[in-house]
């Protein structure tokens, strides 16, 4: 496919430097579009989004492994505008209106063990902030005042709050912001592909990954350690599932410490890994979940922090408050968009629909593996990262300046002048991510294939 074949009637939208003049784009290099404008987009239809040249491209990414009912789907706009109409807005302070209270209710059925409250937020970076001050608070609450430190994983992004950003595990992004919130800890990530022990024994790698938080946990003490916040796959790096055993002793591990498990679900919620929380599908229960990105596939923002009966039990104590909140938590049009996107969820099987496929999901992208620049195809349900190296015998990765010509200076555009979005990330190593709307099937990932193919043997030919 070229996008010039599949070129549709241009909407008419500008392309000068002029329409961006006054938008400050979201971790971008901004002088760089002093000149050129960013790519524009304008309209979405099922897996596909347009720009204002009326060129298409298929959605690689879902938005940002938001959009998982597709583009376009008009009973989320209307569920909206329903909403808009009855009750646009209403907090949660103190108050409570039907939207939000159904929501609480859906979510807590679907989430495991007693993970039954609900705390409503705009986004995953605030669920994540929201979780860490309820750990905080709920160990005051319980007379353990000292625990209030986090560990993490390297290489890890949790959002861009101070707080959030304090548990985020990528030092670049920190280092402009430092000092950030103290007390957060980081431990190896579950990337088997470079592993430094065990490489070749998933289970051992699993359990050696596990104690690497339990040793963090004795090295601060566990009288000082409130949480453990751990993706599902973590994204950033590229897609490291959990090897097998991991989540099961971690799980453990917190217990032995009364340290709680945070799922920080909000990439793998809602279906990207086939399952509503993707703890679910690695058969662990934590204390509390963060999500958003998926839960209105995109219709609408909002985010969620589910807690556990344990973790709520001091908050229903006598006069105790949680002073926490936002404006827009819980907004009711994105709480009735929820609820229509999970209706949408069950009406067309979505869940369903990633298990059935995930495997050709799989086995289209490793076809990739015979091409000498990509080294790993990893992942789970629609969420896949590829690495790209230099030597696939010896793992050897790109230096820093092969890394910027190669990620920013070729794939990402010429991935997207060939008619897919999708991301290249060097948050650690060099990996190109995947996580396409959850209605796409075998001819989607086949085209994802085929892009691919000719863009990374071209880098390749440049390199
Ligand atoms: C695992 C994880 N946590 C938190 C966040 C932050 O979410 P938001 O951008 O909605 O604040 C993200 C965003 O990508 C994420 O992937």
Known sequence: M????????????????????NLWLHFSRMGGYRDAPPPVIVRGEGAWIFDDRGRRYLDGLAGLFVVQAGHGRRVLAEAAARQAETLAFFPLWSYAHPAAIELSHRLAAAAPGDLNRVFFTTGGGEAVETAWK????????????????????????????????SITGLPALKEAFEPLVPGTFRVPNTNIYRAPLFGDDPEAFG??????????????????????????????????????????????????????????EVICAFGRLGTTFACEKFGYVPDMITCAKGMTSGYSPIGAMIAS???????????????HGYTFGGHPVSSAVAL?????????????????????????????LDLPIVG????DGFFYGIELVKDKATKETFDAEESERLLRGFLS????????????????????????????????????????RGVLTEAWSRL
């Open 134 to 165: 309820a750990a905080k608070q709920y160990f005051k609450l319980i007379g353990k005042p000292g625990k209030t430190k986090v560990v993490s994983r390297a290489v890890a992004y949790h959002g861009t709050t101070q707080g959030a950003l």
């Open 376 to 379: 790993d195809v990893r992942g």
């Open 2 to 21: 070229t996008t010039t074949e599949q070129d549709v009637a241009a909407p008419g939208g500008s392309t000068g430097p002029e329409t961006t003049a």
């Open 340 to 368: 229509a996107n999970l209706d949408l969820f069950e009406e067309e099987g979505l869940n369903a629909h990633v298990l059935e496929t995930e495997g050709a999901f799989r086995q289209t992208l490793e076809r990739l």
């Open 309 to 323: 009966d344990r973790v709520m039990e001091p908050f229903l104590r006598g006069d105790t408050s949680f002073p």
């Open 207 to 264: 359990r050696w990954a596990a104690d690497q938080i339990e040793q963090q946990i004795l090295f601060e003490g566990p009288d000082t350690v409130a949480a453990v916040f751990l993706e599902p796959v973590q994204n950033a790096g590229g897609c490291f599932p959990p090897p097998p055993g991991y989540f099961a002793r971690v799980r453990e591990i917190c217990d032995r410490h009364d340290v709680l498990l945070v799922s920080d």
């Open 413 to 452: 555009g010429a991935l997207f002048d060939a008619g897919l979005y999708c991301r290249a990330d060097d948050r650690g190593d060099p990996v190109i991510q995947l996580a396409p709307p959850l209605i796409c099937g075998q001819a989607e990932f086949d085209l994802m294939e085929q892009v691919l």
